[in-house]
């Protein structure tokens, strides 16, 4: 049996609500009821900063560093190794676990962790596009990052070609282990629909990419042809605005609801008072949205892209592709469907749900990475220069001439900070607390 002492670095985390914050949170849980030492650093939250604990003493470090937009912090490189390199230290940690190919706080600490020899892995939980600008410069940047990274996960296959195709990695290096559902929470009750009308729950940050504009086509349409149709809206985002003059203007306002932000926590309260779930999304890697839903029992409607034929199978998903027509056929379909009980029970749905996602599943797997992480050896300077030398990212020279700067200022740390007066935190694994043998 090998221990692990784990350090997960991502830019987005609590208190900031997501489904990347809520993956890092469940699997660092799980990883410490089988035994290993888990911390998460992440940059701090208005008021929030320095360190915190949270359920089962999970050890959050909230990092003083800049926002530049949309939760992420201003690339820096350079200035964050010595605070980096002073808690991997400290803690002993021997695999550094970055999430989120959005997150500039991941890819640096990566980097400083395969300058300081410890192994890494990386989590990537969105697709991405070749063609515009910005996936551009993200898959360049990825490239980048992940050439010296020793494995990486995925959340579903279609994530894992996209991976691969973007990085340049080869397949091999590449993981599939699915999200989960902590179905213990996410319970069906009947008990709080209406009997008088079919609502349909959405829960999505209302931007473009969720498929708001398509949304707006469908719920004028959706409720001019079944009067007893409710829709039930939870998120926020610029494409609230765009709702609320569709609402306005059809005079839809006893028939939509928009609720505005909801916590992770009332999430539950909200989809069990539906009867449908609709997404909309124009790209996903996995949709764990979709999941939580059926595991609460609603019928679900999404749409046929990304990740998303893989999550669940056909009997328990109507999948249209991304056209207002189309999601209307579906929707129209389920809606028939459980007016004539055509339907599988919330209860069966809850059931198939809580066998085919876990958390502690996936941090068996999860385990499994790691294992064959800590078994490489670790990687020397020339070594380093030698995967980059070939990694056909662009401006090779400017890569390399950041590896070796890096090694350099890490090399003058050791100096002035040695890493024999810096104190370790007495672990807090206990017999107790070992993972069974699996």
Not at 2 to 20: A, I, K, L
Not at 378 to 387: E, K, P, V, W
Request: proline share 4%.
């Amino acid at each position: 049996m090998m221990v692990h002492n784990v350090c997960m670095v991502s830019d987005f985390f609590f208190p900031n609500t997501g489904g990347v914050e809520s993956h890092i949170y469940q699997l660092s849980q799980c990883l410490l009821q089988r035994g290993h030492k888990v911390v998460i650093i992440t940059h701090a939250y208005g008021r929030r900063t320095g360190v915190r604990y949270l359920t089962n003493n999970l050890k959050v470090y909230y990092l003083p560093l800049m926002v530049a937009y949309n939760q992420c912090i201003l690339p820096t490189l350079f200035p964050t190794l010595p605070i980096i390199r002073y808690i991997l230290l400290r803690e002993g940690i021997t695999i550094v676990h970055g999430h989120s190919a959005f997150s500039a706080l991941a890819h640096e600490a990566m980097f400083h962790a395969c300058t300081m020899g410890i192994n890494t892995v990386f989590t990537d939980h969105s697709l991405f596009g070749f063609a515009d600008a910005s996936s551009i410069i993200t898959n360049k940047i990825l490239k980048f990052s992940l050439a010296d990274v020793q494995h990486v996960i995925c959340v579903s296959h279609t994530s894992k070609e996209n991976t691969v195709l973007r990085a340049a990695l080869a397949p091999h290096k590449v993981y599939v282990i699915p999200n989960a559902v902590d179905s213990a929470v996410f319970t069906p009750d009947p008990s709080q629909r209406r009997s008088d009308r079919t609502t349909v729950v959405v829960m999505s940050r209302l931007v473009y990419r969720k498929g708001i504009d398509l949304l707006a086509g469908i719920i004028p349409e959706l409720c001019a042809s079944h009067p007893d149709v409710h829709f039930l809206i939870g998120g926020d985002g610029p494409k609230r605005i765009l709702l609320e003059e569709v609402r306005e203007q059809y005079q839809l306002h006893d028939r939509v609801q928009l609720l505005g932000s909801v916590s992770h926590e009332d999430v539950r309260d909200v989809l069990v008072q539906g009867d449908i779930f609709l997404n909309t999304s124009l790209t996903e890697a996995f949709c764990i949205a979709i999941v939580e839903a059926e595991s609460c029992g609603l019928q679900v409607v999404s749409t046929r892209i990304g990740g998303v034929p893989e999550v669940l199978p056909d009997q328990l998903i109507y999948l249209a592709e991304p056209s207002v027509k189309s999601l209307l056929d579906a929707l129209k379909t389920a809606a028939e469907d459980k007016r004539w009980g055509r339907i599988i029970s919330p209860r069966e749905r809850h059931e198939r749900i809580s066998a085919m996602y876990t958390w502690q599943d996936m941090a068996r797997r999860t385990e499994t990475v790691y294992d064959a992480t800590a078994e490489l050896p670790s990687s020397t300077l020339a070594d380093r220069i030698h995967r980059y030398s070939h990694s056909g990212s662009g401006w090779v020279l400017f890569v390399l001439l950041l590896v070796i700067v890096n090694y350099l200022f890490w090399k003058l740390l050791e100096i002035l900070v040695p890493r024999k007066n810096i104190e370790l935190v007495p672990s807090q694994i206990t017999k107790s607390s070992q993972r069974e043998a699996t």
